[in-house]
């Protein structure tokens, strides 16, 4: 079963930048479509972003657009989610998912996906 690892949360002033990674040690992502996800406290999840196997199609949520970039590198079976311009309601906890149709993480957001990683925290806050 594909197991999924995120890493590179943390605490990040108003306007900083993270990176977060989604990992598959010992699993190739070369045929999954993997999204990130977000968690605020109280609240349910959201989708932020997806990407295609192929890399050749992407998907932002309105309200990352224009500050998140997401990036795989199917060679180290990594996924990126590069953050920039943080505000203090993106934070939450980020999940990456896999399913094998990029249109179901899109369309369907977290129910359209098979397979979670256990999440990172990201706090944004002065």
């Known amino acids: 079963q594909l197991q999924l690892v995120e890493s590179g949360g943390g605490l990040v002033q108003p306007g900083g930048s993270l990176r977060l990674s989604c990992a598959a040690p010992g699993f190739t992502l070369d045929y999954y479509a993997i999204g990130w996800f977000r968690q605020a406290p109280g609240k349910e999840r959201e989708g932020v972003s997806c990407?295609?196997?192929?890399?050749?199609?992407?998907y932002y949520a309105d309200s990352v657009k224009g500050r998140f970039t997401i990036s795989r590198d199917n060679a180290k079976s990594t996924v990126y989610l590069q953050m920039n311009s943080l505000k203090p309601e993106d934070t939450a906890v980020y999940y990456c998912a896999a399913t094998r149709v990029f249109r179901l993480c899109v369309l369907s957001g977290p129910g359209g996906m098979n397979y979670w990683g256990s999440g990172t925290l990201v706090t944004v806050s002065s």
């Open positions: 990407i295609s196997s192929s890399e050749g199609s992407t």
